[in-house]
């Protein structure tokens, strides 16, 4: 029995609306029993919240525990790297509480010499939190990044993601981060132990080529590429030549699983 570690947006829902094949596909492997994770980029909501948001548009069960977060891996990290270590955190409210979760303590500012800055996505950064976070990274702080995403399709079209607001870090600071989230391997790793299944039986799936498919083929997993969310109506073949990445799958949507 394969396990699944799958993306959440444009795989299973875009936004507010469901993805029309997904709850049919995730009540196929819940009837075969198939373990699963949710693993998503996004840092701004806690596991609870990606597990409500799923119950209220696909209609199926989740819970918090199935779902892996870029903020609960970069709380982990630092917390592992530095236990108890004090963080100026730029994110929302998925961040903050997965690193007090993880035993960290948050700064408020620069002046508290915090040890790391962890940044992720901010919907309300402002100059001075720049200010704070590259003095304090230039003071010596880490410097960790929840994940690369440069824009966030929405429906107000294509917004700042949480790598936009690293790239004005890197450049205030001088210092490059430490990535998290997908295609790094330090969150598939947490992915992968937290399924507990050698990684080459676990499938990961996500729309995203250069994230999802990318990190899954990095930690050794299976793949499955789905032209939907971000990959809807992209030509697939000059997909892969551009990016050299290449799925072991390519579905045009989630019930086209060969052996569902
Ligand atoms: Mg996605």
């Given at each position: 029995m394969?396990?699944?570690?799958?993306?959440?947006?444009?795989?299973?829902?875009a936004g507010t609306n469901p993805i029309p094949e997904a709850a049919a596909f995730l009540n196929h492997l819940r009837e075969q029993g198939a373990p699963r994770l949710f693993?998503?980029?996004?840092?701004?909501?806690?596991?609870?919240?990606?597990?409500?948001?799923?119950r209220e548009i696909l209609g199926i069960p989740a819970e918090?525990?199935?779902?892996?977060?870029?903020?609960?891996?970069?709380?982990r990290y630092q917390a592992e790297a530095a236990p108890g270590s004090r963080v100026y955190a730029i994110g929302e409210e998925g961040l903050r509480q997965a690193l007090v979760d993880a035993g960290l303590v948050l700064c408020d500012d620069a002046d508290e010499k915090p040890d790391a800055v962890v940044?992720?996505?901010?919907?309300s950064f402002t100059y001075e939190k720049l200010f704070a976070a590259s003095r304090a990274i230039r003071?010596?702080?880490?410097?960790?990044?929840?994940?690369?995403?440069l824009q966030l399709p929405t429906?107000?079209?294509?917004?700042?993601?949480?790598?936009?607001?690293?790239?004005?870090?890197?450049?205030?600071?001088?210092?490059e981060p430490v990535w998290i989230g997908k295609p790094s391997?330090?969150?598939?790793?947490?992915?992968?132990?937290k399924l507990g299944l050698p990684a080459d039986?676990?499938?990961v799936v996500g729309d995203n080529l250069r994230t999802d498919i990318a990190g899954g083929l990095a930690a050794g997993c299976r793949t499955a590429w789905v032209l939907t969310g971000i990959a809807s109506g992209v030509d697939p073949e000059a997909e892969m030549a551009a990016s050299g990445i290449r799925p072991e799958r390519i579905l045009r949507h989630l019930l086209d699983w060969p052996d569902l």
């Open positions: 394969p396990g699944y570690i799958l993306d959440l947006d444009g795989t299973l829902y693993v998503t980029n996004n840092s701004s909501r806690t596991p609870e919240a990606v597990a409500r948001h799923l918090a525990e199935e779902v892996l977060t870029s903020a609960q891996a970069a709380a940044q992720g996505i901010d919907r003071a010596g702080a880490a410097f960790i990044a929840t994940n690369p995403d429906e107000r079209g294509l917004t700042p993601g949480s790598g936009s607001l690293t790239a004005a870090i890197r450049a205030a600071s001088g210092q391997p330090i969150i598939m790793t947490y992915a992968v132990e039986e676990i499938w």
